[in-house]
T-cell receptor, first 114, second 116 residues
Framework: ETGVTQSPTHLIKTRGQQVTLRCSSQ?????VSWYQQALGQGPQFIFQ???????GRGNFPPRFSGLQFPNYSSELNVNALELDDSALYLC?????????????FGEGSRLTVL | GENVEQHPSTLSVQEGDSAVIKCTYS??????FPWYKQELGKRPQLIID?????GEKKDQRIAVTLNKTAKHFSLHITETQPEDSAVYFC???????????????FGKGTHLIIQP
């Protein structure tokens, strides 16, 4: 069983730039969600994708956007980067058929905005 | 929206002793309460979860209790070991994985330190 993989693992951007983060979901999972984890904080829900459509969103502005592809992999795009966007971005996959709703997280992409 | 408060932020216990971490939530519609363990530089991993139709769940040295009336739930770790040292996060949601979801709302975490 292949776990959740994310790329890149680390990246540095400057204010105003745009970034794309990528995630491959765990084998057999059709739902992907993204979380932002600031240093010393719990993860915060950004949005969730199911059947290639966004079906849930947290309190994040529209400059945070995403995609899900037919193979269930996903991208997170952030435009007009701000210093406060510096964080660990976690992708999590799950299966809509599972009752438990367990999320399987990737190792994350650490974004630094200068 | 949901708000989850977690206490304490840091907990230091002697190896072999028990550790208890407590969380409260605000949304009475929440019905799924997982606990995640995150070691330094690693991904969060589910260690135990509970649904609102159950008051207590146990898995070896780990147990979770839920009081829906008071809107609080707790993690209990007995016979703590050095490998239990990590940050623990509680979370709450309506548990609709893939079927339209508000996602998990996490607490701010508890840094558990096991003293040898």
């Amino acid at each position: 069983e292949t776990g959740v993989t994310q790329s890149p693992t680390h990246l540095i951007k400057t204010r105003g730039q745009q970034v794309t983060l990528r995630c491959s979901s765990q084998s057999g999972h059709n739902t992907v969600s993204w979380y932002q984890q600031a240093l010393g904080q719990g993860p915060q829900f950004i949005f969730q994708y199911y059947r290639e459509e966004e079906n849930g969103r947290g309190n994040f502005p529209p400059r945070f956007s995403g995609l899900q592809f037919p193979n269930y992999s996903s991208e997170l795009n952030v435009n007009a980067l701000e210093l406060d966007d510096s964080a660990l971005y976690l992708c999590a996959s799950s299966s809509s058929g599972r009752v438990t709703g367990e999320l399987f997280f990737g190792e994350g992409s650490r974004l630094t905005v200068l | 929206g949901e708000n989850v408060e977690q206490h304490p932020s840091t907990l230091s216990v002697q190896e072999g002793d028990s550790a208890v971490i407590k969380c409260t939530y605000s949304d009475s519609a929440s019905n799924y309460f997982p606990w995640y363990k995150q070691e330094l530089g690693k991904r969060p991993q589910l260690i135990i979860d509970i649904r609102s139709n159950v008051g207590e769940k146990k898995d070896q040295r780990i147990a979770v209790t839920l009081n829906k009336t008071a809107k609080h739930f707790s993690l209990h770790i007995t016979e703590t070991q050095p490998e239990d040292s990590a940050v623990y996060f509680c979370a709450a949601s309506e548990g609709n994985a893939g079927g339209g979801a508000d996602g998990l709302t996490f607490g701010k975490g508890t840094h558990l330190i096991i003293q040898p």
